[in-house]
Protein backbone atom coordinates (compact mmCIF):
# COMPACT_ATOMS: atom_id res chain seq x y z
CA UNK A 1 0.00 0.00 0.00
CA UNK A 2 1.10 3.30 -0.34
CA UNK A 3 3.16 5.22 2.17
CA UNK A 4 2.66 9.39 3.32
CA UNK A 5 5.97 10.62 2.64
CA UNK A 6 6.94 14.23 3.98
CA UNK A 7 3.57 14.63 4.24
CA UNK A 8 2.04 13.30 1.23
CA UNK A 9 0.48 10.14 0.17
CA UNK A 10 0.35 9.28 -3.50
CA UNK A 11 -2.83 7.15 -4.21
CA UNK A 12 -2.90 7.40 -8.44
CA UNK A 13 -1.68 3.26 -8.36
CA UNK A 14 -4.16 2.49 -5.61
CA UNK A 15 -7.86 0.95 -6.68
CA UNK A 16 -10.16 1.71 -4.48
CA UNK A 17 -12.51 -0.88 -5.83
CA UNK A 18 -9.89 -3.60 -5.72
CA UNK A 19 -7.97 -2.38 -2.62
CA UNK A 20 -11.40 -1.03 -0.85
CA UNK A 21 -9.46 0.35 2.21
CA UNK A 22 -6.07 1.76 3.35
CA UNK A 23 -4.24 2.78 6.80
CA UNK A 24 -2.98 6.12 5.91
CA UNK A 25 0.29 5.23 7.66
CA UNK A 26 3.71 7.58 6.75
CA UNK A 27 4.86 11.05 7.79
CA UNK A 28 2.29 13.40 8.49
CA UNK A 29 3.17 17.04 8.82
CA UNK A 30 1.83 18.60 12.05
CA UNK A 31 2.09 22.29 13.46
CA UNK A 32 2.60 22.64 17.06
CA UNK A 33 0.41 25.05 19.07
CA UNK A 34 -1.19 26.48 15.63
CA UNK A 35 -4.74 25.59 14.38
CA UNK A 36 -3.76 26.13 10.81
CA UNK A 37 -7.22 27.34 9.15
CA UNK A 38 -8.64 25.18 5.93
CA UNK A 39 -8.77 28.37 4.30
CA UNK A 40 -4.80 29.35 4.52
CA UNK A 41 -4.70 25.91 2.88
CA UNK A 42 -6.84 27.49 -0.23
CA UNK A 43 -4.86 30.49 0.03
CA UNK A 44 -1.46 28.84 0.14
CA UNK A 45 -0.84 30.38 3.28
CA UNK A 46 1.55 27.36 5.84
CA UNK A 47 3.27 28.24 8.50
CA UNK A 48 7.12 28.31 8.13
CA UNK A 49 7.76 25.27 11.10
CA UNK A 50 6.40 22.07 10.47
CA UNK A 51 6.87 18.77 12.54
CA UNK A 52 7.37 15.55 11.07
CA UNK A 53 4.83 12.57 13.13
CA UNK A 54 5.23 9.09 11.85
CA UNK A 55 1.08 7.68 11.50
CA UNK A 56 -0.24 6.09 13.98
CA UNK A 57 1.56 7.94 16.49
CA UNK A 58 1.38 10.23 19.56
CA UNK A 59 2.55 13.76 19.00
CA UNK A 60 5.06 12.98 21.97
CA UNK A 61 7.05 11.44 19.07
CA UNK A 62 7.28 14.31 17.13
CA UNK A 63 10.45 14.96 15.31
CA UNK A 64 11.50 19.08 14.11
CA UNK A 65 12.16 19.22 10.51
CA UNK A 66 14.56 19.66 9.14
CA UNK A 67 17.35 19.38 12.18
CA UNK A 68 15.93 16.05 12.95
CA UNK A 69 16.42 16.78 16.44
CA UNK A 70 13.64 15.42 18.81
CA UNK A 71 12.23 17.68 20.48
CA UNK A 72 8.95 16.73 23.92
CA UNK A 73 5.79 17.88 23.28
CA UNK A 74 3.53 16.47 25.94
CA UNK A 75 0.31 18.58 26.77
CA UNK A 76 -1.14 21.26 23.99
CA UNK A 77 -2.85 21.56 20.97
CA UNK A 78 -1.91 21.63 17.05
CA UNK A 79 -2.67 20.73 13.64
CA UNK A 80 -2.23 17.25 11.38
CA UNK A 81 -1.72 18.12 7.70
CA UNK A 82 -1.60 15.05 4.97
CA UNK A 83 -1.90 15.97 1.06
CA UNK A 84 -3.51 12.95 -0.93
CA UNK A 85 -2.21 13.57 -4.52
CA UNK A 86 -4.24 11.32 -7.21
CA UNK A 87 -7.27 9.94 -6.25
CA UNK A 88 -9.83 8.29 -8.04
CA UNK A 89 -13.46 8.61 -6.97
CA UNK A 90 -15.38 5.30 -7.75
CA UNK A 91 -16.88 4.84 -4.47
CA UNK A 92 -18.59 6.74 -1.46
CA UNK A 93 -15.97 6.98 0.92
CA UNK A 94 -15.50 6.87 4.39
CA UNK A 95 -12.76 7.42 7.10
CA UNK A 96 -12.76 5.29 10.13
CA UNK A 97 -10.78 6.52 13.16
CA UNK A 98 -9.65 4.40 16.38
CA UNK A 99 -8.69 5.88 19.00
CA UNK A 100 -7.19 9.29 19.50
CA UNK A 101 -6.36 11.50 22.44
CA UNK A 102 -7.85 13.46 23.20
CA UNK A 103 -10.05 15.90 21.22
CA UNK A 104 -10.18 16.72 16.97
CA UNK A 105 -11.89 18.17 14.30
CA UNK A 106 -11.39 17.01 10.89
CA UNK A 107 -11.87 18.76 7.62
CA UNK A 108 -10.71 17.83 3.79
CA UNK A 109 -9.90 20.97 1.73
CA UNK A 110 -10.32 20.01 -1.83
CA UNK A 111 -9.68 22.75 -4.91
CA UNK A 112 -11.79 25.53 -3.09
CA UNK A 113 -13.87 23.76 -0.73
CA UNK A 114 -13.82 22.91 2.84
CA UNK A 115 -15.36 20.22 3.81
CA UNK A 116 -16.21 19.69 7.95
CA UNK A 117 -16.03 16.07 8.08
CA UNK A 118 -16.49 14.75 12.09
CA UNK A 119 -15.51 16.53 15.72
CA UNK A 120 -14.54 14.27 18.97
CA UNK A 121 -14.67 16.00 21.92
CA UNK A 122 -14.14 19.95 22.06
CA UNK A 123 -10.82 21.19 20.49
CA UNK A 124 -9.63 24.11 22.83
CA UNK A 125 -6.26 25.90 23.33
CA UNK A 126 -6.56 25.41 27.05
CA UNK A 127 -7.43 22.71 29.76
CA UNK A 128 -10.73 24.68 30.25
CA UNK A 129 -11.60 25.28 26.91
CA UNK A 130 -11.18 21.38 25.48
CA UNK A 131 -13.62 18.22 26.46
CA UNK A 132 -11.62 15.02 26.06
CA UNK A 133 -13.01 11.91 24.67
CA UNK A 134 -11.98 8.30 23.62
CA UNK A 135 -14.19 7.06 21.12
CA UNK A 136 -14.10 5.18 17.71
CA UNK A 137 -15.02 7.72 15.20
CA UNK A 138 -16.91 6.41 11.67
CA UNK A 139 -18.01 8.78 9.23
CA UNK A 140 -18.23 9.34 5.42
CA UNK A 141 -17.59 11.81 3.21
CA UNK A 142 -18.31 12.73 -0.67
CA UNK A 143 -15.45 13.39 -2.21
CA UNK A 144 -14.64 13.99 -6.05
CA UNK A 145 -11.57 12.58 -8.14
CA UNK A 146 -8.56 14.43 -7.74
CA UNK A 147 -5.88 16.19 -4.90
CA UNK A 148 -7.20 16.58 -1.73
CA UNK A 149 -6.21 17.58 1.73
CA UNK A 150 -6.69 16.25 5.68
CA UNK A 151 -6.64 18.68 8.33
CA UNK A 152 -7.20 17.62 11.85
CA UNK A 153 -7.37 20.39 14.53
CA UNK A 154 -6.18 18.65 18.09
CA UNK A 155 -5.90 18.92 21.44
CA UNK A 156 -5.24 17.36 24.06
CA UNK A 157 -4.52 18.42 28.18
CA UNK A 158 -5.87 15.72 29.83
CA UNK A 159 -4.13 12.34 29.19
CA UNK A 160 -0.34 11.25 29.16
CA UNK A 161 0.07 11.93 25.06
CA UNK A 162 -2.28 13.73 22.45
CA UNK A 163 -2.31 11.92 18.96
CA UNK A 164 -3.63 8.98 17.21
CA UNK A 165 -3.28 5.95 18.77
CA UNK A 166 -4.84 3.68 16.47
CA UNK A 167 -4.87 3.54 12.58
CA UNK A 168 -6.56 6.46 10.33
CA UNK A 169 -8.26 4.10 7.85
CA UNK A 170 -9.52 5.33 4.48
CA UNK A 171 -12.22 3.54 1.93
CA UNK A 172 -15.42 2.13 0.89
CA UNK A 173 -17.46 3.13 3.07
CA UNK A 174 -19.96 -0.03 2.63
CA UNK A 175 -16.85 -1.78 3.60
CA UNK A 176 -15.42 0.42 6.55
CA UNK A 177 -19.08 0.77 7.77
CA UNK A 178 -18.97 -3.29 8.01
CA UNK A 179 -15.63 -3.55 9.52
CA UNK A 180 -16.94 -0.93 12.62
CA UNK A 181 -20.13 -3.22 13.01
CA UNK A 182 -18.36 -6.24 13.34
CA UNK A 183 -15.93 -4.79 15.66
CA UNK A 184 -18.74 -3.43 17.93
CA UNK A 185 -20.33 -6.42 17.65
CA UNK A 186 -17.23 -8.97 18.77
CA UNK A 187 -17.29 -6.58 21.69
CA UNK A 188 -20.55 -6.44 22.94
CA UNK A 189 -20.63 -10.59 22.24
CA UNK A 190 -17.23 -10.46 24.64
CA UNK A 191 -19.13 -8.38 27.14
CA UNK A 192 -22.03 -10.25 27.36
CA UNK A 193 -20.61 -13.70 28.13
CA UNK A 194 -17.89 -11.92 30.39
CA UNK A 195 -20.95 -10.63 32.48
CA UNK A 196 -23.15 -13.95 32.32
CA UNK A 197 -20.14 -15.98 33.40
CA UNK A 198 -19.96 -13.26 36.37
CA UNK A 199 -23.40 -13.39 37.33
CA UNK A 200 -23.58 -17.25 36.83
CA UNK A 201 -20.87 -17.32 39.60
CA UNK A 202 -22.18 -14.96 41.78
CA UNK A 203 -25.39 -17.33 41.45
CA UNK A 204 -23.45 -20.86 42.58
CA UNK A 205 -21.54 -19.25 45.53
CA UNK A 206 -25.50 -17.70 46.93
CA UNK A 207 -26.08 -21.70 46.66
CA UNK A 208 -23.17 -22.53 48.18
CA UNK A 209 -21.20 -20.05 50.60
CA UNK A 210 -18.23 -22.10 51.62
CA UNK A 211 -17.23 -21.96 47.48
CA UNK A 212 -14.84 -19.10 47.44
CA UNK A 213 -13.89 -19.97 44.27
CA UNK A 214 -16.71 -19.25 42.46
CA UNK A 215 -17.05 -15.74 44.37
CA UNK A 216 -13.68 -14.86 43.24
CA UNK A 217 -14.23 -15.99 40.27
CA UNK A 218 -17.50 -13.77 39.70
CA UNK A 219 -15.51 -11.06 40.86
CA UNK A 220 -12.41 -11.51 38.61
CA UNK A 221 -14.81 -11.55 35.60
CA UNK A 222 -17.02 -8.63 36.64
CA UNK A 223 -13.39 -6.67 37.10
CA UNK A 224 -12.85 -7.86 33.41
CA UNK A 225 -16.17 -6.89 32.12
CA UNK A 226 -15.89 -3.57 33.78
CA UNK A 227 -12.15 -3.11 31.85
CA UNK A 228 -13.10 -4.16 28.96
CA UNK A 229 -16.27 -1.66 28.41
CA UNK A 230 -13.93 1.37 29.73
CA UNK A 231 -11.10 0.13 27.06
CA UNK A 232 -13.38 0.15 24.39
CA UNK A 233 -14.77 3.59 24.92
CA UNK A 234 -18.66 2.53 25.35
CA UNK A 235 -19.17 5.19 28.10
CA UNK A 236 -18.38 8.37 25.83
CA UNK A 237 -20.53 6.97 23.31
CA UNK A 238 -23.70 8.10 25.75
CA UNK A 239 -22.48 12.03 26.50
CA UNK A 240 -21.02 13.53 22.77
CA UNK A 241 -18.95 16.13 25.49
CA UNK A 242 -18.39 15.52 28.92
CA UNK A 243 -15.37 15.46 30.37
CA UNK A 244 -16.63 14.23 33.63
CA UNK A 245 -17.12 10.60 32.02
CA UNK A 246 -13.97 10.55 30.18
CA UNK A 247 -12.58 11.02 33.89
CA UNK A 248 -14.77 7.58 35.05
CA UNK A 249 -13.77 5.78 31.40
CA UNK A 250 -10.13 6.65 32.43
CA UNK A 251 -10.29 5.47 36.35
CA UNK A 252 -12.07 2.42 35.34
CA UNK A 253 -9.86 1.73 32.43
CA UNK A 254 -6.64 1.99 35.46
CA UNK A 255 -8.47 0.82 38.73
CA UNK A 256 -9.93 -2.48 37.00
CA UNK A 257 -5.81 -3.79 35.79
CA UNK A 258 -4.85 -2.48 38.89
CA UNK A 259 -7.06 -4.67 40.62
CA UNK A 260 -7.26 -7.57 38.27
CA UNK A 261 -3.20 -8.95 39.32
CA UNK A 262 -4.88 -9.25 43.58
CA UNK A 263 -8.07 -10.56 42.38
CA UNK A 264 -6.83 -13.28 39.89
CA UNK A 265 -4.17 -14.48 42.84
CA UNK A 266 -6.96 -14.76 45.14
CA UNK A 267 -8.55 -17.16 43.06
CA UNK A 268 -5.75 -19.26 42.23
CA UNK A 269 -5.11 -19.34 45.67
CA UNK A 270 -8.95 -20.92 46.39
CA UNK A 271 -8.05 -23.62 44.34
CA UNK A 272 -4.36 -24.52 44.96
CA UNK A 273 -4.16 -23.18 48.83
CA UNK A 274 -1.53 -25.53 49.55
CA UNK A 275 0.92 -23.84 46.82
CA UNK A 276 -0.26 -20.19 46.96
CA UNK A 277 1.15 -18.28 50.26
CA UNK A 278 -1.06 -15.78 51.85
CA UNK A 279 1.37 -13.00 52.41
CA UNK A 280 2.07 -13.24 48.50
CA UNK A 281 -1.84 -12.34 48.02
CA UNK A 282 -1.34 -9.97 50.66
CA UNK A 283 1.26 -8.16 48.95
CA UNK A 284 0.10 -8.06 45.50
CA UNK A 285 -3.37 -6.69 46.99
CA UNK A 286 -1.73 -3.77 49.05
CA UNK A 287 -0.23 -2.90 45.56
CA UNK A 288 -3.41 -3.06 43.75
CA UNK A 289 -5.18 -0.73 46.00
CA UNK A 290 -2.09 1.94 46.43
CA UNK A 291 -2.04 2.27 42.85
CA UNK A 292 -5.79 2.57 42.79
CA UNK A 293 -5.74 5.29 45.46
CA UNK A 294 -2.70 6.93 43.51
CA UNK A 295 -5.33 6.60 40.30
CA UNK A 296 -8.33 8.12 42.35
CA UNK A 297 -6.16 10.91 43.92
CA UNK A 298 -4.55 12.43 40.72
CA UNK A 299 -5.64 13.56 37.43
CA UNK A 300 -5.70 10.96 33.71
CA UNK A 301 -2.52 13.33 32.64
CA UNK A 302 -0.76 11.77 35.83
CA UNK A 303 -1.44 8.09 36.66
CA UNK A 304 -1.13 7.43 32.80
CA UNK A 305 2.69 8.50 32.51
CA UNK A 306 4.79 5.64 31.22
CA UNK A 307 6.77 5.43 34.44
CA UNK A 308 4.08 4.54 36.68
CA UNK A 309 2.30 2.37 34.20
CA UNK A 310 5.12 0.53 33.64
CA UNK A 311 6.11 0.11 37.21
CA UNK A 312 2.70 -1.95 37.21
CA UNK A 313 3.11 -3.62 34.43
CA UNK A 314 6.19 -5.40 36.21
CA UNK A 315 4.32 -5.84 39.19
CA UNK A 316 1.78 -7.97 36.89
CA UNK A 317 4.32 -9.52 34.78
CA UNK A 318 5.77 -10.87 38.27
CA UNK A 319 2.41 -11.89 39.47
CA UNK A 320 1.76 -14.34 35.96
CA UNK A 321 5.36 -15.72 36.53
CA UNK A 322 4.48 -16.57 40.38
CA UNK A 323 1.37 -17.91 40.12
CA UNK A 324 2.28 -20.24 36.61
CA UNK A 325 5.23 -21.47 38.75
CA UNK A 326 3.47 -22.68 41.41
CA UNK A 327 0.91 -24.22 38.87
CA UNK A 328 3.86 -26.18 36.85
CA UNK A 329 4.82 -27.31 40.66
CA UNK A 330 1.20 -28.47 41.61
CA UNK A 331 0.88 -29.78 38.12
CA UNK A 332 4.23 -31.80 38.84
CA UNK A 333 2.94 -33.09 42.01
CA UNK A 334 -0.50 -34.01 40.25
CA UNK A 335 -2.47 -31.59 43.00
CA UNK A 336 -6.46 -31.86 41.18
CA UNK A 337 -7.10 -29.63 38.84
CA UNK A 338 -3.40 -28.41 38.34
CA UNK A 339 -3.00 -29.68 34.76
CA UNK A 340 -6.07 -28.29 33.20
CA UNK A 341 -5.12 -24.47 35.43
CA UNK A 342 -1.80 -24.49 33.52
CA UNK A 343 -3.71 -24.78 30.56
CA UNK A 344 -5.54 -22.11 30.86
CA UNK A 345 -3.48 -19.36 32.60
CA UNK A 346 -0.89 -20.50 30.03
CA UNK A 347 -3.56 -19.67 27.50
CA UNK A 348 -4.36 -16.04 29.54
CA UNK A 349 -0.69 -15.11 29.94
CA UNK A 350 0.13 -15.63 26.36
CA UNK A 351 -2.72 -13.19 25.31
CA UNK A 352 -1.59 -10.54 28.27
CA UNK A 353 2.05 -10.80 27.07
CA UNK A 354 1.40 -10.16 23.25
CA UNK A 355 -0.91 -6.88 24.34
CA UNK A 356 1.99 -5.73 26.27
CA UNK A 357 4.40 -5.59 23.50
CA UNK A 358 1.86 -4.02 21.49
CA UNK A 359 2.29 -1.65 24.22
CA UNK A 360 5.70 -0.70 23.21
CA UNK A 361 4.96 -1.13 19.64
CA UNK A 362 6.94 -4.32 18.90
CA UNK A 363 3.87 -6.32 17.81
CA UNK A 364 0.92 -4.70 15.91
CA UNK A 365 -2.67 -4.81 17.24
CA UNK A 366 -5.29 -5.92 17.32
CA UNK A 367 -4.89 -6.94 21.26
CA UNK A 368 -6.09 -10.72 22.09
CA UNK A 369 -6.03 -10.22 25.95
CA UNK A 370 -9.95 -10.57 25.40
CA UNK A 371 -10.47 -13.51 23.33
CA UNK A 372 -7.59 -15.33 25.91
CA UNK A 373 -9.31 -14.52 28.82
CA UNK A 374 -12.71 -15.59 27.44
CA UNK A 375 -10.74 -18.92 26.64
CA UNK A 376 -9.47 -19.12 30.48
CA UNK A 377 -13.35 -18.00 31.38
CA UNK A 378 -14.41 -21.56 29.68
CA UNK A 379 -11.67 -23.34 31.68
CA UNK A 380 -11.91 -22.43 34.89
CA UNK A 381 -15.85 -22.73 34.75
CA UNK A 382 -15.60 -26.68 34.00
CA UNK A 383 -13.00 -26.88 36.61
CA UNK A 384 -15.50 -24.57 39.06
CA UNK A 385 -18.28 -27.02 37.64
CA UNK A 386 -16.23 -30.18 38.16
CA UNK A 387 -15.43 -29.09 41.84
CA UNK A 388 -19.05 -28.51 42.34
CA UNK A 389 -19.90 -31.22 41.04
CA UNK A 390 -17.94 -33.16 43.17
CA UNK A 391 -19.20 -31.89 46.49
CA UNK A 392 -22.54 -32.40 45.28
CA UNK A 393 -21.46 -36.69 44.50
CA UNK A 394 -20.12 -36.16 48.27
CA UNK A 395 -23.28 -34.99 50.22
CA UNK A 396 -25.16 -36.72 48.24
CA UNK A 397 -23.33 -40.03 49.29
CA UNK A 398 -22.86 -38.44 52.77
CA UNK A 399 -27.09 -38.13 52.32
CA UNK A 400 -27.47 -42.07 51.25
CA UNK A 401 -24.85 -43.06 54.22
CA UNK A 402 -26.69 -41.50 56.86
CA UNK A 403 -30.17 -42.97 55.70
CA UNK A 404 -28.65 -46.04 55.42
CA UNK A 405 -27.49 -45.59 58.69
CA UNK A 406 -30.52 -44.08 60.19
CA UNK A 407 -32.36 -47.20 58.94
CA UNK A 408 -30.27 -49.45 60.36
CA UNK A 409 -30.50 -47.74 63.57
CA UNK A 410 -34.24 -47.81 63.63
CA UNK A 411 -34.18 -51.52 62.68
CA UNK A 412 -31.80 -52.68 65.50
CA UNK A 413 -34.06 -50.45 67.99
CA UNK A 414 -37.14 -52.01 67.15
CA UNK A 415 -35.59 -55.47 67.41
CA UNK A 416 -34.05 -54.40 70.62
CA UNK A 417 -37.47 -53.10 71.06
CA UNK A 418 -39.55 -56.64 70.27
CA UNK A 419 -36.38 -58.78 72.68
CA UNK A 420 -37.45 -56.63 75.79
CA UNK A 421 -41.57 -56.95 75.35
CA UNK A 422 -40.88 -60.95 74.59
CA UNK A 423 -38.44 -60.56 78.08
CA UNK A 424 -41.09 -59.06 79.94
CA UNK A 425 -43.61 -61.70 78.46
CA UNK A 426 -41.76 -64.52 79.58
CA UNK A 427 -41.75 -63.08 83.20
Not at 45 to 63: H, N, Q, R, V
Request: glycine share 8%.
Amino acid sequence: SPVAKKGTIDLSEWDIQKEEKIDLYGEWQFYWKQFVKPENLIRGELPDKSLSITMPGEWTSAIQNPKGKNEKYDLGYGTYILNVKGFKAKEKTAFFIRYFATAYSLYIVQGDKVIPVIKAGGVGKTKKTSIPTTTQRLTEVNLESGDFTIVVHTSNFHYRSGGFFGSFTFGKESVLREEFSKNNFRAFFLLGVILIMSLYHFGLFSLRREDLGSFWFGVLCFNFFLRELAEKTFLMHFVEKSGILFMINSGLEYISMYLGVPLFILFIRELLKDYINRYVVIIYGAAGILFSIFCLATDPNVYTQKIPLMTYQGILFSGLLYVSFNIIRASIKNAQNARLLLLAVSVFSLGVIYDLLITYKVTEPPFITPYTFMAFIFIQSYILATNFARAYRTAEKLSRDLEQEVVERTKEAVEAKERAEESEGNV
